[in-house]
């Protein structure tokens, strides 16, 4: 989530943010390819064998902070992002078991609207996302413990230009592969607490020679079911990168960090259910830092 400018000063501001910029914008927020913080309720729960639908809107608004937490400030000025966005997520689960485990497969497809401001200058972009599948996915089912593993592959089909103003790009330009974990725990008395914990390792940005480092993440809810179909929880995300940046080879001591928490509401009518979440990032270092608004709707087809 990077245009000729017709002024030089125009042109400076642009180097400047991409040197202080650019590799954060990509790796957090500029071309994400998992939106922090979209799983929570029933997170390790999957449904039964059948074809379901999932529907994401997506508001995230932030400033981007350097490696010791405070707002990076180029010659142009602060750097703002403005995300909004939309994906289409179909899962299949079958009726098939591997290792005790219902196999399952899912794709997300998704869409942007990405703005990125540097003091008096923007860039908007809008487009295809990168899209994201997983081939496999295994679930098992207790009577108080969910829990699936899974792969998830993202796909570079997002647009992308290493000359994109601002380093406004919607796509990441290269491959990512992430192995997760995701467990629901429902302990009694209404009360549920999930956590999906998921390790993305990336590829190199062929175009940049920039190699974004790995990162542990984990979406986490803690709710309870208030009403026979209203649902009150806590949650957010953490992200962890745990290995440098390299460009050309070269660490670039730039390790991501972010922490969010907000309150989430799930509203269950029959098989559908709707959820509203705010994740207000409290620390960010090396990333974005700002507010995420979800909206998410699940329902059969």
């Known amino acids: 989530m990077r245009t000729v400018f017709k002024q030089a000063a125009v042109g400076v501001v642009t180097v400047a943010t991409l040197a202080y910029a650019g590799s954060a914008a990509q790796a957090v927020e500029g071309a994400v390819q998992y939106p922090h913080g979209a799983e929570g309720f029933y997170a390790g729960a999957l449904p039964p064998p059948g074809t379901y639908f999932l529907g994401y809107g997506i508001r995230y608004d932030g400033t981007l902070q350097d490696s010791s937490g405070r707002d990076v400030v180029t010659p142009g000025g602060k750097v703002d ?21 219902q196999y399952g497969v899912h794709a997300i497809v998704p869409v942007f609207r990405n703005t990125v ?24 089912h207790r009577p108080n413990l969910h829990y699936a ?12 230009s290493a000359t994109r103003a601002l380093g406004n790009n919607i796509g990441a330009n290269y491959w990512s592969f992430e192995p997760l974990l995701a467990v629901t725990w429902l302990p009694g008395d209404g009360w ?38 209203l649902t009150l929880g806590v949650g957010g995300y953490w992200v962890h990168q745990i290995t440098d940046d390299e460009r050309n080879g070269v660490a670039q001591n730039n ?6 928490v907000g309150p989430q509401i799930k509203y269950q009518a029959g098989a559908t259910s709707l959820i509203a979440k705010w994740h207000h990032e409290v620390e960010s270092k090396s990333a974005f830092q700002g507010d995420r608004v979800i909206l998410k709707l699940v329902t059969p087809f």
């Open 149 to 160: 593993v899974g792969l998830d592959i993202n796909i570079p089909t997002g647009k992308y």
């Open 192 to 229: 549920e607490v999930n956590g999906k914990f998921m390790y993305n390792t990336k590829l190199e940005n062929k175009d940049t020679n920039y190699q974004s480092g790995d990162e542990i993440h984990v979406d986490y809810t803690v709710g309870k079911t208030v009403a026979e179909n």
């Open 81 to 101: 992002l403005e995300v909004n966005a939309i994906a289409a997520r179909v899962v299949h689960m079958t009726d098939k078991t591997l290792f005790g485990g």
């Open 255 to 260: 390790k991501a960090r972010v922490f969010s």
């Open 117 to 140: 401001s540097v003091g008096g200058t923007s860039d908007t972009n809008t487009g295809l996302g990168d899209i994201t599948v997983n081939p496999f996915i295994l679930a098992w």
